[in-house]
């Protein structure tokens, strides 16, 4: 059977390639063929991302759509995530995730048994899928939450305590929601700010909380 493996990280660091490996080594034990690799750094809230489209596009149906976990492919809305499913289910893809054992039978199971197990894999894959969007908006609450208690706090207080700088402590307190396991080294660079900056805005933000 044939496999497409899909990954999403936060970052371009280790965290891709050791999800890489896991997955190859996932496949290798259920007598995968895999087809090809899909990697892409963006956001789980995004549904339209280049690698997971041109995935769909080109996979065939009884092919398997194996992630590493269900938040890795989604962190959608739920309107976004029905698309996405009905997507996949249209296509006629296997969606096998390596940490739901539910959905390692797909990969085998047939007849009644197959479709049992079907149903049983869908339900708790949107529920894991509505707890990881759940998560993400918990995130982003917090940020804003801090935010506002600073602002309500100290009328005039500015991050930093300069103006000019006020876009790029937001600049980081979004990229901060949006990717949590972020490396500050990675955040620095994204945000176009000196390491020393992201430590000083995570220190405000957990103060402020």
């Excluded at 194996?66 to 890795?72: G, H, M, N, Q, T």
């Excluded at 660079?189 to 000083?200: D, E, H, N, P, S």
Aim: hydrophobic share 45%; charged share 25%; proline share 2%.
């Amino acid at each position: 059977m044939n496999a497409h493996l899909y990954l999403r990280a936060s970052t371009k660091d280790q965290d891709a390639s050791r999800a890489k490996v896991a997955l190859e080594l996932f496949a290798g034990e259920k007598g995968l063929n895999i087809v090809r690799v899909y990697a892409e750094n963006i956001s789980g809230t995004k549904l339209y991302r280049p690698e997971l489209l041109s995935l769909l596009n080109n996979a065939q149906s009884g092919d398997v759509l194996l992630v590493e976990s269900v938040d890795r492919l989604s962190r959608l809305s739920q309107a976004d995530w029905d698309t996405l499913k009905a997507t996949i289910k249209a296509k006629g893809l296997r969606l096998v995730v390596a940490d739901l054992p539910t959905s390692h039978m797909l990969v085998e199971a047939k007849g009644i048994t197959g479709q049992i197990m079907d149903v049983i894999n869908n339900m708790l894959i949107d529920l894991m899928a509505t707890m990881a969007r759940l998560d993400q908006e918990k995130r982003v609450e917090r940020i804003k939450q801090g935010l506002e208690n600073k602002k309500a706090a100290s009328p005039e207080w500015k991050p930093s305590g300069k103006a000019k700088n006020v876009a790029l402590w937001e600049r980081v307190a979004n990229i901060m929601a949006k990717h949590p396991s972020m490396a500050a080294d990675d955040i620095a660079t994204l945000a176009k700010c000196g390491v020393a900056t992201v430590y000083r805005i995570k220190r405000e933000m957990k103060a402020a909380v």
